[in-house]
């Protein structure tokens, strides 16, 4: 049983950034591949990025390509979301989460552990 615990979100100013983090417990944190999802209100959990068991290989939702940077430090079990030039739009609750697969994946469905969520507000 992995057990997955957020920190780091707050509120910024549009054009700011954040840097989420989430520690991983009760498993060998380099066998799983581990993404961030988020919910805003109102709205379906939705797909953020993933990172591959060795930090390899990223994916990443269209419209975090180019501000947000998933990255991961085996050694502190432990993977970050680096988010900047922040919007209004991604006002959302983010989740970490964890697969015991190596593949990539976007949908919710194929991921096993879900950390409790760290809410990231971000005014204009």
């Known amino acids: 049983q992995v057990q997955l615990v957020e920190s780091g979100g707050g509120l910024v100013q549009a054009g700011g950034s954040l840097r989420l983090s989430c520690a991983a417990s009760g498993g060998t944190f380099s066998r799983y591949t581990m993404g961030w999802f988020r919910q805003a209100p109102g709205k379906e959990r939705e797909f953020v990025a993933a990172?591959?068991?060795?930090?390899?290989?990223?994916i990443y939702t269209d419209s975090a390509k180019g501000r947000f940077t998933i990255s991961r430090d085996n050694a502190l079990n432990t993977v970050y979301l680096q988010m900047n030039s922040l919007k209004p739009d991604d006002t959302a609750v983010y989740y970490c989460?964890?697969?015991?697969?190596?593949?990539?994946?976007?949908?919710?469905?194929?991921?096993?552990?879900w950390g409790q969520g760290t809410q990231v507000t971000v005014s204009s």
């Open positions: 990172i591959s068991w060795s930090g390899g290989v990223t």
């Open positions: 989460t964890a697969r015991s697969g190596a593949a990539l994946k976007r949908s919710d469905s194929n991921y096993d552990y």
